[in-house]
């Protein structure tokens, strides 16, 4: 299996971090960590992105939900 590449929109570092732990722990390819909506649309355009991992509240509001109705 080729690596995939995956895009983490996570804003608490804790989380990020844990999460990136587990997926490159299992040959995950992380091409990013947004913290932002504006951040996470930068990366994905701009990467190429086969699977992304979205928290729906970042910063106290839904930008994660916004986000994945942008990309979508």
């Known amino acids: 299996m080729d690596n995939v590449n995956i895009l983490v929109v996570e804003d608490t570092t804790e989380e990020s971090d844990a999460l990136i732990k587990v997926l490159k722990a299992n040959n995950y390819n992380i091409v990013g960590v947004a913290t ?32 994945a109705e942008t990309i979508s």
């Open 36 to 67: 932002s909506f504006k951040k996470a649309l930068e990366l994905f355009y701009n990467n190429p992105v086969d699977l992304v991992v979205i928290d729906i509240f970042l910063n106290g509001s839904p930008d994660g939900i916004s986000f």
